[in-house]
């Protein structure tokens, strides 16, 4: 039998390997703390922007829409909820008590998700999916709490790749480094060529890189 998460193979009849099990566990436990974070980012602007200036072209929403999704009844509260639910009904227990503030069903949602952990480790039928769709729900709370840092745009791969055929991939510089490789051919750019790049001197900076 294999990891229903994974597909790591089992040498006992279960849903869920160990690691994958540890995983859903670390993400119910944290997923009610990164809730409440969420709230002071719901204010515009409160995230990175790619650059130091932004292009206005339309009033902002009075929150970010990300966010509010995210904290709103159709949000991380509806996948916990609806994953308890059905944990319920497999179990053959009535339906769970919706009631309180979102804060505080997530809260419950969670926590009895966790409290049932051995169980649908070793029973649920469902317990793949779930570990898919709350490391999918973590993963877009972490991207907001935590975004990647802004990247440079530099300019076009110029890697001639033969037969006058050039990779014109975009190439970025991430923050804090001076490291460039075209992601696309593997070409790497030191600084000494990055104004032949952002000028558009293909063929210089083709050159240089070489």
């Not at 002071?40 to 292009?55: S, Y």
């Amino acid at each position: 039998m294999n990891c229903t998460a994974c597909t790591t193979p089992l040498d006992h009849a279960a849903q869920l390997c160990p690691p994958c099990s540890r995983g859903l566990d670390t993400r119910l436990s944290e997923l009610p703390g990164q809730y409440l974070l969420l709230g002071p980012e719901l204010r515009p602007g409160a995230g990175r922007t790619d650059g130091p200036v932004a292009l206005v072209r339309d009033a902002p929403l009075p929150v970010r829409e990300e966010v509010l999704t995210l904290r709103s009844e159709g949000g991380m509260v509806a996948v916990l909820e609806t994953w308890r639910e059905a944990m319920q009904d497999s179990r053959g227990w009535g339906p769970p008590a919706r009631s309180g503030t979102i804060e505080r069903r997530v809260m419950a949602a969670a926590r009895a998700l966790r409290m049932n952990l051995d169980w649908i480790t070793a029973e649920f039928a469902g317990a793949g999916d779930m570990a898919h769709e709350i490391r999918a729900l973590a993963g877009q709370v972490r991207a907001l709490l935590d975004p990647a840092p802004p990247t440079l745009a530099l300019g076009d791969c110029a890697a001639d790749l033969g037969h006058g055929d050039i990779c014109g991939a975009p190439l970025r510089v991430p923050a804090g480094t001076t490291t460039v490789q075209c992601r696309r051919c593997g070409t790497d750019y030191p600084p000494r060529t990055w104004v032949a790049l952002a000028t558009g001197m293909w063929a210089l900076a083709g050159q240089a890189a070489a």
